[in-house]
């Protein structure tokens, strides 16, 4: 098993720019999350999703937006870059019955500038 | 809302034992996670409380009081390889999740 990737591993994006973070999963997990990391903070989740089609907003949902339409996969959008994006973003996973282990991606530095 | 607080740093000598202080304040949650972050890595899980009491994993163990609002996560035997930043975190009924700001962990020869 992969367990959880994250694609790209870095990007530099310009303000107003839109791209995509990709994550995917290949343990069959429900529950699938994103989370940015800010230089010496801990993890704020963005938004997470208990299911295919099911989506919700986590602590920073401003300018992100989610889909579900796979189990496998949970990508990221990015509508319009703007500085204070730039982060670390990471993916995780876990089954739904569990309250325990996330699994987490590699993650994705992103530069907006 | 949820809030999360930890000691910013904590610096211990090969072989020794150290302990990481959580408290929290929230109206209700699941249970209390660690999780360990190297520099330039992924957060990987150490250690899960659902009920008061300590969890025994190894050199790691977790302790949880709900009455006090507060955990700690407790590392023996330190190694140099511990030297990492450890977060605890809160889970929810919702299925979501919120974490501390994280304590870095020095290990000394």
């Known amino acids: 098993n992969a367990g959880v990737t994250q694609t790209p591993k870095f990007q530099v994006l310009k303000t107003g720019q839109s791209m995509t973070l990709q994550c995917a999963q290949d343990?069959?997990?429900?529950?699938m999350s994103w989370y940015r990391q800010d230089p010496g903070m801990g993890l704020r989740l963005i938004h997470y999703?208990?299911?295919?089609?099911?989506?919700d907003q986590g602590e920073v949902p401003n300018g992100y937006n989610v889909s579900r339409s796979t189990t496998e996969d949970f990508p990221l959008r990015l509508l319009s870059a703007a500085p204070s994006q730039t982060s670390v973003y990471f993916c995780?996973?876990?089954?739904?019955?569990?309250?325990?282990?996330?699994?987490f991606g590699p993650g994705t530095r992103l530069l907006v500038l | 809302g949820q809030s999360l607080e930890q000691p910013s740093e904590v610096t211990a000598v090969e072989g020794a034992i150290v302990q990481i202080n959580c408290t929290y304040q929230?109206?209700?949650?699941?249970?209390l996670s660690w999780y360990q972050q190297h520099d330039g890595g992924a957060p990987t899980f150490l250690s899960y409380?659902?009920?008061?009491g300590l969890e025994e994993t190894g050199r790691f163990s977790s302790f949880l009081s709900r009455s006090d609002s507060y955990g700690y996560l407790l590392l023996q035997e330190l190694q140099m390889k511990d030297s990492a930043s450890y977060f605890c975190?809160?889970?929810?009924?919702?299925?979501?999740?919120?974490f501390g700001p994280g304590t870095r962990l020095s290990v000394l020869p």
């Open positions: 995780a996973s876990k089954p739904s019955g569990s309250q325990e282990t996330q699994y």
């Open positions: 343990m069959n997990h429900e529950y």
């Open positions: 999703s208990v299911g295919a089609g099911i989506t």
């Open positions: 929230t109206s209700g949650f699941y249970g």
């Open positions: 409380n659902a009920l008061d």
């Open positions: 975190a809160l889970g929810n009924y919702g299925q979501n999740f919120v």
